[in-house]
């Protein structure tokens, strides 16, 4: 019998099984570093005394996250020997990856926290490059009838890796509670499953095939890319140096007679300068950029802006997960500071059982998709994103003991344990349940969302601008949400990050008809499956 006479079993057979296993192994390490310059950072933070308004602008340590389109191209053109293509960069930055853990496992975040900040910054850009390669490597490895799912356990095995790094952890840390580990032993645990991954990498994961591109423009690409980045550089010259003053002076007499304290008007001339060195930087590179003739990016960006409605999905992009990224932001400091819990209490809630939630989000979200389609996932679970973020401001409202709770028994499984029983708010759990079930379906869904806007030729390229779009709210919003929340109380502050969340659900309904068209699979349009 042809399989094509019987589809199901040739859509999912042990090749389909492999490719599943390898991709929720490498959501797993890239969710791995992603904790480790977010929440569980912040949560080293907050123990270490930093105020919120500090450690909402240490979010952007993240800032490669954002602008790693810059360097995708390279990632495109040139492949490292004897692993072939994407393996080598996948082997490469998480080797790398695992060395920058251990130095920074070694720094003080009180005694020299410019030098900590720069070295988490050095763990963001490898974990974005990582993320070039994976998400690309993603996209090629999986047919289009396997994103959904591959979707959903990419978000569940990056969702390990925070329950690992984020709730684990924070049991680990937790004097009265865990096993009296210090946050620089957790820093060199996850180094060495870095290395670990490198191993998985480099031995198991199945070849993609090599695009016939073009080779003559490669000197362009490397001169094109040293462009680009002399023009951040002198981007980040001209807002230290010239704009952030100019700030200052301007919105100085702006603080007369305000009871505001100085830190935090501070707080809102950086945010200020910020934004403006911004809007001053990225034209420059992108003039830099056509100046020096590099081709794969301008070309891959030129191919996706080419298709009708490019530029309206961009948008979309940043504004989707905008509300969740809000509200996720200044989460652990919200819950550590704001709302006095124990840290082995975040801890189990909101990293192990709301993550868990998380992965079961995932999940169910790619089984509806077989049902809903792309649009109709994307409204309902956007719909149900933007409305746990009003779980928080209830919270903020009503406080620890609003609901009935539970005790959760000591325990030790060896690797974690809780030296005492653990008193479980019910309001925090309930909180925690919806936001990470309705979040981990809306991920699973704008993934799918992401790859089916991505051409085979530019796969690093065009993914990894959408990535970086996306990754927008989680990284820009910090500085904004940590001076917000500080000046107008945590209440408000969700009541903002709900409000930030329907612009998108509007423009998706605008959109409906364009996005309905990427629910074609174009791998089955006049064919039959082999």
Known sequence: MSSSSSPDG???????????????LLGFASGLPLALTGQALQAW?????????TIGFLSLVGLPYTFKFLWAPLMDRFDLPWLGRRRGWLVLTQLLLAGALMLLAATSPKGNLQWFALIAVAIAFLSASQDVAYDAYRTEVLP????????SLNVMGYRMAMI???????????????????????YRLMAALMVAAAVISATLLPKVPKPQVPQSVAGHDLRGFVAVLLAAVAGYAATNWAIGPAVRELMAPLWHGSTMSTTLQQRWMDLVALLLGLGFTLPLAAWAARRARFETLVSGLGHYFSQPGAVAFLAFIVLYKLGDAFAGSLLTPFLLKGMAYASAEVGVVNKVIGLWLTILGALLGGALMLRLGLWRALMLFGVLQAASNLG???????????????????????????????????????????????????????????MSLTSQRFTATQFALLSAFASVGRVWVGPLAGVLAESIGWPSF?????????????????????????????????ATDD
């Open 10 to 24: 040739a859509r999912f057979g042990w090749a389909s099984l492999h490719r599943f296993v390898l991709i929720t």
């Open 45 to 53: 933070l907050s123990l270490e005394g930093l105020d919120v308004a």
């Open 144 to 151: 289009a009838r396997e994103r959904g799912l591959g979707s």
């Open 164 to 186: 690992l790094s984020g709730g684990v952890a924070m049991i680990w840390t937790d004097p009265a509670q865990g096993g009296g580990w210090t946050w620089p032993e957790v």
């Open 392 to 450: 928080f401001w209830w919270l903020a409202v009503n406080g620890q003991n609003a609901l009935p709770g539970l005790l959760l028994p000591a325990f030790d499984w060896g690797f974690v344990k809780l030296a005492h029983p653990t008193p479980v708010d019910g309001g925090l759990l309930m909180v925690i349940a919806f936001e990470n079930l309705s979040g981990g379906m809306g991920t699973a869904a704008f993934l799918a969302f992401l």
């Open 494 to 526: 969700f009541v903002v990050s709900t409000l930030a969340a329907l612009p998108a659900l509007l423009m998706l309904w605008v959109m409906r008809d364009s996005v309905r068209a990427l629910e074609v699979d174009p791998d089955t349009l006049g």
